[in-house]
């Protein structure tokens, strides 16, 4: 059975202490390795795909990356308004089937 | 933004009711899924459509779950009857051939 874990399950962080986000996955077939972002009350937001060991992302204050059997998202200087849960997912088989973990709850303290 | 949308946002109902969930995705996406999230499960792929055929609902809890989807616009999840435990925040989401999925902003079911 696929498995998706992400570490910490929390995690507060003061405004410009960078840090990692955990994502460690045990699938049959990675097809993609996608991480979202999820504010309260909404549902996910896509932020990357990333589809082979060695690949990496950005996106403003975020870099994600990938190797066999992880996945890191990156986070430099945060500001309080990237305070929100971080979800990474796996497609795998046939399908347009995802994964998710149970998700990283980070907040951005001023 | 494929802006989804579901209803009803928030839905409170007793044990032993019927609850349907509705969405309509306004762009167009080959594929459309319906996830469960709660505190201890996190999310939860329920079933999925492609091209309006359910293709995967393997994770559908029990009979009690339904779902169809009669056009590209409109797909529907029933609960009959409802229980306590089904009580969590159901998303419907779409998303085309590269796993990239768009998700509505939830309905929250309590079951009481």
């Known amino acids: 059975e696929d498995q998706v874990t992400q570490s910490p399950e929390a995690l507060r962080l003061q405004e410009g202490e960078s840090s990692s986000l955990n994502c460690s996955y045990t699938?049959?077939?990675?097809?993609?390795l996608f991480w979202y972002r999820q504010d309260p009350g909404k549902g996910p937001e896509f932020l990357f795909t990333l589809y082979s060991a060695g690949e990496e992302k950005e996106k403003e204050r975020l870099k994600a990356t990938l190797t066999k059997k992880e996945s890191f998202l990156h986070i430099t200087a945060p500001k309080p308004e990237d305070s929100a849960t971080y979800l990474c997912a796996a497609l795998t088989g046939g399908g347009n089937k995802l994964t998710f973990g149970t998700g990283t709850q980070l907040k951005v303290e001023l | 933004d494929a802006g989804v949308i579901q209803s009803p946002r928030h839905e409170v109902t007793e044990m032993g009711q019927e609850v349907t969930l509705r969405c309509k995705p306004i762009?167009?996406?080959?594929?459309l899924f319906w996830y469960r999230q709660t505190m201890m499960r996190g999310l939860e792929l329920l079933i999925y459509?492609?091209?309006?055929?359910?293709?995967?609902d393997s994770g559908m809890p029990e009979d009690r779950f339904s779902a169809k989807m009669p056009n590209a616009s409109f797909s529907t999840l029933k609960i009959q009857p409802s229980e306590p435990r089904d009580s969590a925040v159901y998303f419907c989401?779409?998303?085309?051939?590269?796993?990239?999925?768009?998700f509505g902003e939830g309905s929250r079911l309590t079951v009481l």
């Open positions: 459509f492609n091209n309006n055929v359910p293709i995967d």
């Open positions: 989401a779409v998303g085309g051939d590269t796993g990239e999925l768009f």
């Open positions: 699938v049959s077939g990675l097809r993609g």
């Open positions: 762009s167009g996406h080959n594929s």
